[in-house]
C-alpha cells in the first residue's frame, strides 16, 4: 500500500496548547499534503509541502517533510476548541497520479 | 458551482438493490476521484478520472462497482446488488490537475450510503 499512515490515531489537548501529528508514507513522492475532515463529510485542504521543501508554514500551521524518513508532521500552534477534527495526509505516491489519505488523526481540544 | 456538489446526501435502500451516487466536480478539473470512507476509518481509493484518459479502476471493491464520466464532467457511481458492507460515506474530490502535479483536491460533502 502507498497510503499514509498517521500517528497518534487520537489526540486529545487542552485549548492553547500545541497539537503535533505525524505521517508515514511508503514509496516516493513529489509531494505531501494534509487536509482536515470535520464530522466525517468533506476534507478540507490544508497545505501542501513539495518533496524538495523541508519545512512549510501557513499560519497557526507548520508541517515538516523527511523523505529520507519518509515521513511528515504537522504541527498546530495554540490550539482552539474549533481546531477539533480529523486530520489526514495525503501523497500522491510519484508516478501514480492520485491522492493516496492514511487513516486519520482524530484531535479533540477541550475548552 | 462554486464546489464539488455530490447527490443524494444521504441514501438509505435496501440490501440487493442498485443505487447511484452523482457527483458534479468543479468546472474545468480534468481529474475527479471516489473515496470511500467507513465509519471512523479513512480514506479508501475507489476510481480516478484524468481527463480522457482510461480510468484507473483498480480501488473497486467488486465488480458491482462501477463509474462513469460523462463529457469528462459529471460523475456517476453505481453499485449493484448492495450489500451491508456497502454501508459507507462516499466522497467524491475534483482536481485541476493530476496529484503529481502539486494541486489539491477539492472534495464534496459526500453521500452517506446506509444499506438495510
Known amino acids: 500500500s502507498q497510503q499514509g499512515e498517521e500517528d497518534p490515531q487520537a489526540l486529545s489537548i487542552q485549548e492553547g496548547e500545541n497539537a503535533t501529528m505525524n505521517c508515514s508514507y511508503k514509496?516516493?513522492?513529489?509531494?505531501l499534503q494534509w487536509y482536515r475532515q470535520n464530522s466525517g463529510r468533506g476534507l478540507v485542504h490544508l497545505i501542501l509541502?513539495?518533496?524538495?521543501?523541508r519545512e512549510k508554514h501557513s499560519g497557526r500551521l507548520r508541517v515538516t517533510l523527511d523523505t529520507s524518513k519518509k515521513s511528515s508532521s504537522l504541527l498546530i500552534t495554540a490550539s482552539r476548541a474549533a481546531d477539533t477534527a480529523s486530520y489526514f495526509c495525503?501523497?500522491?505516491?510519484?508516478?501514480?497520479?492520485?491522492?493516496?489519505f492514511g487513516s486519520g488523526t482524530k484531535l479533540n481540544v477541550k475548552p | 458551482g462554486a464546489g464539488v456538489s455530490q447527490s443524494p446526501s444521504n441514501k438509505v435502500t435496501e440490501k440487493g438493490k442498485d443505487v447511484e451516487l452523482r457527483c458534479d466536480p468543479i468546472s474545468g478539473h480534468t481529474a475527479l476521484y471516489w473515496y470511500r470512507q467507513s465509519l471512523g476509518q479513512g480514506l479508501e481509493f475507489l476510481i480516478y478520472?484524468?481527463?480522457?484518459?482510461?480510468?484507473?479502476k483498480s480501488g473497486l471493491p467488486s465488480d458491482r462497482f462501477s463509474a462513469e464520466r460523462t463529457g469528462g464532467s459529471v460523475s456517476t457511481l453505481t453499485i449493484q446488488r448492495t450489500q451491508q458492507e456497502d454501508s459507507a460515506v462516499y466522497l467524491c474530490?475534483?482536481?485541476?490537475?493530476?496529484?503529481?502535479?502539486?494541486?489539491?483536491?477539492?472534495f464534496g460533502q459526500g453521500t452517506r450510503l446506509t444499506v438495510v
Open positions: 478520472f484524468q481527463g480522457n484518459s482510461a480510468p484507473d
Open positions: 509541502i513539495r518533496s524538495n521543501e
Open positions: 474530490a475534483s482536481s485541476l490537475r493530476a496529484a503529481t502535479m502539486k494541486t489539491e483536491a477539492f
Open positions: 495525503a501523497t500522491d505516491g510519484n508516478n501514480f497520479n492520485k491522492f493516496y
Open positions: 514509496t516516493s513522492i513529489n509531494n
